[in-house]
């Protein structure tokens, strides 16, 4: 049934009416208890009422609702004109200079209003008594936000000119926000189209964190995330909805730019995304607003006595909605309002030009102003505003709500003059032409007005501090029962590692700002005591008895729990992560997240989140638990990771560290801190732990340096005729090979053990490079060359890893290099069958040092054959890569 089959139209009107009068004498409130109170009632007697998380395709704020505008529109309007007459120059200049450069105009120019609106009204500085707000930039409206900070002073033509030309001598402006590149600027990575709607979300939740614990006041900050409507479609985007709404995030504001077109095409040409989005929202929890209608709408609205465009607009789909933009005034009049002659009558008295620039929700600052002010003092959930928008809005012909909108970045005489006209910019046709950067004068209206206005909000934005409190960190002597060994208690890296934070949250001076992050897997490393320790964090604290209540050690939630368990999600995980690591820049507050999982699903899983940490500069310690291809054995195929390290390798501010010793996971973390918070360096460490249990040795003197650095001494003859390098649980299978290799066959090597791969090959590549330009001086030795005093026997690597891993170091390392590796997917059986099966065990190891000594000359090659016999290996055993 709807409005057109109603078989008793009178009785409807009697209940419209009806409501009509509550609303009148009660308002607004009493008027939905009274609709739910009637659903309810009407479900108890058994209508089954569908389940509808949409409201019409209207504006969610009525005009009697929309609260006055309190800015000059004039002025604003003016700004708002010069800004996007400056991103399209920047982006159309750049690609006359150098053709490909890239860039883009329709982004911003659909989201023009949303933000002029947000930066002369809401978006709060630095130095606002409370605060800054964080937000989110959508990616590839750049232009605009550069062109916004050109006209307040911050950048010169010169910057302007250098858009995305960043290696130029006087620098450039980076392509997309990216706070690596300009991190006095931008604060958050945003342009891999998902990762911003998740981490916006974790930033706020973090953000409660921060004060739920004491450690910050609440002064009412916001998160906003300014977010494309294709966008949306990543799975990042939606999948972090419902904590939100269960945290009751009210200082998160999602602001989508729904301009209907993503990159390609209609985001949703059959239907309407900006319902499914609602729809989406609603259902998780979200408080709404739809921007859909410009205030030239609301008359025709108002009129509609009989629902007829109620009716229609429900009916047209986005793919008519686009074309209804490119085609213009009369096609609107004869394939919209030409639907039935009672619309065609609500639109005689206006003409097809005015038709066609009817304006909707997005352009119209009224009603972006009523929705942004209605979000910023919602209670109790978080707010999405959906906006609808055109996409390369003012571009006309050459491009505004066309299929190639996206890319367009060139704009011939022609165009440009249309787009002058078309905003008013004060500029000749010559001038227009050449596409230049209009300034307002300092002494002009405009300049004044917006600079009046981020002042009274607290200055610039976007704008990235740097200015965290100082913290110390504690001697390493609190660790001492790691430096000194386990005795003869067998232990593993994983159970080290939770020690090493117990050790470190029980400590006074730091203790507080370490932030534990889990995603559901704590048991699995040990880590449950903690629960009880430091408690789980809950906005709610504990509202139930937990079911192990009678254990000493049982699952304890608390408003000021110290551990993020982020139940089974690696991204929201990783989210969170970047929020406590970018605490020391968004809240002058350094905290230090260390983040462990299983190591499998973290980087080939969130990297990217990884690599947008890496831009962000965030600082703390990533640790992959349970590694290793053929340590953590039982598991199989998809568990067992031996290539995190390639990853690791090739982000460039990671510190990747695979360790075999207690005394070097202490080492290790506590050089790390000391470079996050009293250096202040931007790193991230990457430790990978396994579950592999055996005893530590006491930490030998004087290797400190050597085992941040990636290679220190285990033991060595005055000259050995080979050497084996070991690493992290594999380095007790190369002890044991030199053991066999000197009982079996007279020959003692030096061993040695890797902790970092990758830290070696950066330190030998800084060094060869440094050697390569500067020819005439005397050439530097890497760390490598220093320990292994260039003495040129062959090395034989074996690690729980790809063999590429430790095949970084070979052109670097002295003599022939052979690396055994884990390649190949892993299976479940017992370690020694696996390190037999990927020919990383100590017989293996054996083979290939005697093959390395018999290629040298120094053996017959017929003592290969002669281990082969001894250690019983197989000619015939398949490859572990193949087979
Ligand atoms: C993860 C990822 N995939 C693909 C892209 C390439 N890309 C950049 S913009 C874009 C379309 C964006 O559409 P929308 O989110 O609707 O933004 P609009 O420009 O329409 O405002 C695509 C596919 C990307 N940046 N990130
Ligand atoms: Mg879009």
Known sequence: ???????????????????????????YERTRYLLETLIDFAESKGARLPFNTNTPFLNTILPEQQPDYPGDRETERTIKSIVRWNAMAMVVKANKEAPGIGGHISTFASAATLYEVAFNHFLKGHNHPSGQDMVFFQGHASPGIYARAFLSGRFNDAHLNNFRRELTDSGGLSSYPHPYLMPDFWQFATVSMGLGPMMAIYQARFMRYMIDRGLMENTRRKVFAYLGDGEMDEPESTGALTLASREHLDNLIFVINCNLQRLDGPVRGNSKIIQELEGAFRGAGWNVIKVIWGSDWDELFESDQNKALLERIEEVVDGDLLKYVVEGGAYIREHFFGK????????????????????????????????????????????????????????????????????????????????????????????????????????????????????????????????????????????????????????????????LLTILT??????????????????????????????????????????????FLYYKEAKNGQILEEGINEAGSISSFIAAGTSYSNHGIHMIPFYIYYSMFGFQRVWDFIWAA??????????????????????????????????????????????????????????????????????????????????????????????????????STENPTIRLFGSGPLMREVLAAAD??????????????????????????????????????????????????????????????????????????????????????????????????????RYYIILTAIRALALEGQLEMSKADEVMKKYNLNPEKSSPITV
């Open 614 to 715: 890496g831009d962000m500069r965030a600082r703390g310690f990533l640790l992959g638990g349970t590694a290793g291809r053929t340590t953590l054995n039982g598991e199989g195929l998809q568990h067992q990771d031996g290539h995190s390290h390639l990853a690791a390798a090739a982000t460039p501010n990671i510190k990747a560290y695979d360790l075999a010793y207690a005394y070097e996971i202490a080492t290790i973390v506590h050089h790390g801190m000391k470079e996050m918070v009293q250096d202040n360096k931007d790193v991230i460490y990457y430790l990978t732990l396994e579950n592999e249990n055996y005893t530590h040795p006491p930490m030998p003197d004087n290797v400190a340096e050597d085992i941040i650095k990636g290679l220190y001494k285990i033991h």
């Open 740 to 841: 066999l290799l000197k009982k079996d066959w007279g020959i003692e090597p030096g061993i040695w053990n890797v902790t970092s791969f990758s830290e070696l090959r950066r330190d030998a590549e800084e060094v060869e490079r440094w050697n390569l330009i500067h020819p005439d001086k005397e050439p530097r030795q890497s760390h490598l060359e220093c320990k292994l005093s260039n003495n040129r026997v062959p090395t034989v690597t074996s690690s729980d890893y790809v063999k590429m891993v430790s095949e970084q170091i070979g052109p670097y390392v002295p003599g022939p290099y052979y690396a055994l590796g884990t390649d190949g997917f892993g299976r479940s059986d017992t370690r020694e069958n696996l390190r037999h099966f990927f020919e990383v065990d």
């Open 1 to 27: 049934m709807n409005l057109y089959n109603d078989p008793d139209i009178q009785e409807t009107q009697e209940w419209i009416e009806s409501i009509e009068d509550a609303l009148e004498e009660h308002g």
């Open 506 to 551: 029980k400590d006074k001076s730091i203790g507080k700002r370490i932030v534990p992050i889990i995603p559901d897997e704590a048991r699995t490393f040990g880590m449950d005591p903690l629960f009880r320790q430091l408690g789980i964090y809950a906005s709610a604290g504990q509202l139930y008895d937990p079911v192990d209540s009678d254990q």
């Open 340 to 499: 039935s002659p009672e619309l065609l009558k609500m639109v005689e008295h206006i003409s097809d030009e005015k038709l066609e620039k009817m304006k909707i929700g997005g352009h119209d600052p009224l009603k972006v102003y009523a929705a942004y002010n209605e979000a910023i003092n919602h209670k109790g959930e978080p707010t999405v505003i959906l906006a609808r928008t055109i996409k390369g809005y003012g571009l006309g012909e050459a491009g505004e709500g066309r299929n190639i909108t996206h890319n367009q970045k060139k704009l011939n005489e022609e165009e440009l003059l249309y787009f002058r006209d078309r905003f008013n910019v004060p500029l000749s046709d010559d001038e227009a032409t050449q596409a230049p950067f209009y300034r307002f004068s300092d002494e002009s209206n405009e300049y004044k007005y917006l600079s009046e206005k981020r002042k009274k909000l607290g200055g610039p934005l976007p704008f990235r501090v740097n200015k965290p409190t100082p913290v110390s960190v504690p001697k390493i002597s609190i660790f001492q029962e790691m430096l000194d060994g386990t005795g003869e208690r067998s232990i593993s890296t994983t159970m080290s590692f939770v020690r």
